[in-house]
């Protein structure tokens, strides 16, 4: 069955640390993957996407995220984490099934 | 261009009533999907809309409807509100129909409350 797991419900840094948050997969396709952020009460902002070639892709706000076919994990990283980071992350995948969005991580930063 | 719009931005109603959502995707975009995002649910599919078709739908009852329009704007209705259908719905656009490998983008959602 096609899933998407995030393993962390809530997750805390201080600012300037260096942050990543987990994604692992299930899908019976070749996979598009997403990452999305979502501020309080907002929609959701396409932080970046991976359709294929390089595996390292590069977003917006200093994000990026690392396809990983033999973990089928792509997870998403940050060098160093600004209070304005703080926010809920959701992991997304979509093919030829329809899109699947993680449970979402919730990112506290400590200033 | 013009992102994914959502009217009304906030709703307030009582079980019972019925509530209409309005949703304008990205122009030359034809297909609208539909979320209900809740607290301990996260993000569940409604159903999504492509050129006037339902082309799939979620686990969610008979109460929750929706239509497409020729112009590509999308419309969910809920019946009979209970208390749990307080949320945030979300509409998301996107060129093509979901199995498509497309790409999807949000609006910035209808808070409902159900009093």
Redesign the interface.
């Known amino acids: 069955a096609q899933s998407v797991t995030q393993p962390d419900i809530h997750i805390t840094v201080s600012e300037g640390a260096s942050l990543e948050l987990r994604c692992n997969y299930s899908y019976g396709a070749t996979p598009y993957l997403f990452w999305y952020v979502q501020s309080p009460g907002q929609g959701l902002q396409l932080l970046l996407k991976y359709f294929s070639g390089d595996t390292l892709v590069q977003g917006i706000k200093g994000f990026e995220a690392e396809f990983k076919r033999s973990q089928s994990s792509f997870n998403l990283r940050k060098p160093s984490v600004h209070w304005s980071d703080a926010a809920e992350y959701f992991c997304a995948v979509t093919g030829t099934y329809k899109y699947i969005f993680g449970t979402g991580t919730r990112l506290k930063v400590l200033a | 261009k013009a992102g ?1 719009t ?1 009217t009304p931005r906030y709703l307030i109603k009582t079980r019972g009533q019925q509530v209409t959502l309005s949703c304008s995707p990205i122009s030359g975009h034809r297909s609208v ?1 539909w979320y209900q995002q809740t607290p301990g649910q ?2 569940q ?1 409604l159903f ?1 809309y492509f050129s006037e078709t339902q082309r ?1 739908k979620g686990n969610f009852p008979g109460r929750f409807s929706g239509r497409q329009f020729s112009n590509s704007r999308s419309e969910m209705n809920v019946s009979t509100l209970e208390l749990g259908d307080s949320a ?1 719905y ?1 509409c ?1 656009s996107s060129t093509r129909t ?12 209808t ?1 409902l409350t159900v009093l």
């Open positions: 994914v959502q999907s996260g993000l599919f999504e799939n945030l979300l998301a979901s199995g498509a490998y497309n790409e999807q983008f949000f609006g910035p959602g808070r």
